[in-house]
């Protein structure tokens, strides 16, 4: 069974930092691509940002220049460094692998649990 463990989340004043882990446990098959979604209340689930297998990330346009998604695979980890934080980006984020699953002959999401960042003086 796969599980993603977030962390790093927590209260920061504007203009600060938050560095976002997301540890993998479990087998899997083959990643496809991983990234970073986040949920501001009463409002849609949205990327942040991916990486794929090639190491070619994306960036939703907001957080481009101010965020940098990574991974350690020897760790089975991925990173989310956030600089110059701004009110806006006051949301659960989660993190989330697409992985081929063979037996079904297609693929499957799994999600983390969250983790809040706030950004408030």
């Known amino acids: 069974q796969v599980q993603l463990v977030e962390s790093g989340g927590g209260l920061v004043q504007p203009g600060g930092s938050l560095r976002l882990s997301c540890v993998g446990f479990?087998?899997?098959?083959?990643?496809?691509?991983m990234g970073w979604y986040r949920q501001a209340p009463g409002r849609q689930r949205e990327l942040v940002a991916s990486i794929i297998n090639a190491g070619t990330t994306n960036y939703a346009d907001s957080v481009k220049g101010r965020f940098t998604i990574s991974r350690d695979n020897a760790k089975n980890t991925m990173y989310l460094q956030m600089n110059s934080l701004k009110p806006e980006d006051t949301a659960v984020y989660y993190c989330?692998?697409?992985?081929?699953?063979?037996?079904?002959?297609?693929?499957?999401?799994?999600w983390g649990q969250g983790t809040q960042v706030t950004v408030s003086s």
């Open positions: 989330k692998v697409r992985a081929a699953v063979p037996s079904i002959k297609g693929e499957l999401d799994y």
């Open positions: 479990g087998s899997i098959f083959r990643v496809l691509d």
